[in-house]
């Protein structure tokens, strides 16, 4: 699963390379046509058209691919729970078939302003690249932590009940290790708790800055219960050397 | 005549008193078995398999080690993957978002 979503990332990024790379020459030669346009007339006209229609129809090829990419992820990872992967499978099966409808509603556009039009609605209505793989991943983190949650939570339980049979209960540093590391796991399942409702509730729009704030805190909060869980994960480790 | 008519039947019915018997204690065996909780069947599969290791609390305490290190070890994987998923999350967006 680390695999596909790895390769995911690299498609992505590679998707997003072809975008922009692609951009510049269409952009190059939507400006050349316009600079002709006064000259030859309708055939330079024609030839912006289709220019647009191609950066337009290339720029949602990228997002179908992601959108693929996301689902085959999706389908694929064992460590999303049974909600989450239909919440996110039913976001990207509506993504993919709005933007496949739009790319058929691109190659019948007339007029250049239409196309232009067509690519605010494929970026403020799916919000792919912004909001959707971040929800997909980030949604992936929160569920892996929920089930760092419970191995470490076994763990204390095993090593609590071990030290319950030392003379005195253990030592003052071994009591202190499993005190934190139950502390680390609260607050863990305190960072985590009730956020990837509250990300799969986000939705697209014009305003990209609002979606970033909204995805700001709930990276901040997965970022935080790693680090917690990391601690907890050394607590355990120490306590187990100890009591070997 | 009468004498060696005897001794035959006497065998026979010795014959069949030993067929009867071994069907008999055949039949209480399985059933015994049948009637066992498959829990229970694995917790004498466990406890011979202990007495034969030599086990008591110092296996305990070795199978409890083992648990933990395997835990703690899932617990690795499981953090190696969420580093995965939290760089992707937060790649930059590209060609407008």
């Known amino acids: ?244 | 005549m009468r004498r060696a008519t005897g001794n035959a039947v006497a065998a026979v019915v010795a014959l069949l008193g030993t067929v009867v018997l071994t069907g008999v204690l055949a039949g209480c065996r399985a059933q015994s078995t049948a009637a066992q909780p498959a829990s229970a069947v694995t917790s004498s599969a466990d406890a011979t398999a202990a007495a034969v290791s030599g086990a008591g609390a110092p296996a305990a305490t070795g199978t409890a080690n083992a648990g933990v290190d395997s835990d703690l070890s899932s617990v690795d994987g499981q953090l190696a993957g969420l580093d995965s998923a939290l760089a992707q999350a937060t790649q930059s967006p590209s060609d407008g978002g």
Request: charged letters at 20%; a neutral charge.
């Open chain 1, 1 to 244: 699963m680390v695999k596909t979503l790895t390769r995911l990332g690299i498609a992505t990024a590679a998707t997003a390379a072809f975008a922009t790379g692609a951009a510049l020459p269409a952009q190059a030669q939507s400006a050349f046509g316009t600079a002709t346009s006064t000259t030859t007339g309708k055939a330079a006209g024609t030839a912006g058209l289709d220019a647009a229609k191609a950066l337009a129809t290339s720029r949602i090829d990228g997002r179908l691919e992601t959108l693929h990419a996301l689902q085959l992820a999706v389908n694929d990872d064992s460590r999303l729970t049974a909600s989450d992967r239909s919440a996110l499978s039913t976001l990207i099966s509506g993504d993919i078939s709005g933007l496949t409808s739009l790319r058929g509603k691109v190659g019948g556009e007339s007029t250049v302003s239409a196309v232009r039009a067509d690519e605010t609605t494929m970026v403020d209505q799916y919000r792919v690249y912004l909001l959707v793989v971040p929800k997909v991943h980030l949604t992936n983190a929160f569920d892996i932590e929920s089930a760092v949650d419970s191995t470490l939570q076994k763990v204390h339980d095993e090593l609590a009940a071990r030290l319950a049979k030392e003379p005195g209960g253990g030592t003052a540093t071994e009591k202190s290790q499993l005190a934190d590391l139950q502390t680390q796991l609260q607050n863990a399942q305190q960072a985590e708790s009730g956020k990837v409702s509250t990300l799969l509730a986000i939705q697209p729009g014009p305003d990209a800055n609002a979606i970033h704030s909204a995805l700001s805190p709930l990276t901040t909060a997965a970022k935080n219960a790693r680090a917690d869980l990391r601690k907890a994960r050394d607590d355990a480790k120490a306590l187990h050397d100890e009591l070997k």
